[in-house]
């Protein structure tokens, strides 16, 4: 069964980083995409970076450009999202997801979705 176990949340102040990492296992990592999503209380989720298991090509939404930074390590199954410079609004529970045959921020594409991991900014 495919599942996806997301971990490095936690709390930083603003200005901070943190590395956050989405392990994948029961399907093959070589295809497909996976993407980051986060969801802050009371918004709806948004999807934040994505990245194309095929060929590397990567996507962010605008408001982490510049300051988030996604990866994939292919023979460790593993997806990394790098947040630099972060922002008391970056405060979310981030979420990876899996299973979309190209990038994609609709969220209704992916089939598999980790447990999510809080990621807390303070001002």
């Known amino acids: 069964e495919a599942q996806l176990v997301e971990s490095g949340g936690g709390s930083v102040q603003a200005g901070g980083s943190l590395r956050l990492s989405c392990s994948a296992s029961?399907?093959?990592?070589?295809?497909?995409?996976i993407t980051w999503f986060r969801q802050a209380p009371g918004k709806e989720r948004e999807g934040v970076s994505c990245?194309?298991?095929?060929?590397?090509?990567?996507h962010y939404t605008a408001s982490v450009k510049g300051r988030f930074t996604i990866s994939s390590d292919n023979a460790k199954n593993t997806v990394y999202l790098q947040m630099n410079s972060l922002k008391p609004e970056d405060t979310a529970v981030y979420s990876c997801?899996?299973?979309?045959?190209?990038?994609?921020?609709?969220?209704?594409?992916?089939?598999?979705w980790g447990q999510g991991t809080q990621v807390t900014v303070s001002s």
């Open positions: 997801a899996a299973g979309a045959a190209f990038c994609t921020f609709y969220r209704y594409s992916y089939s598999h």
């Open positions: 029961g399907f093959t990592f070589d295809d497909g995409a």
């Open positions: 990245i194309s298991l095929s060929d590397g090509g990567t």
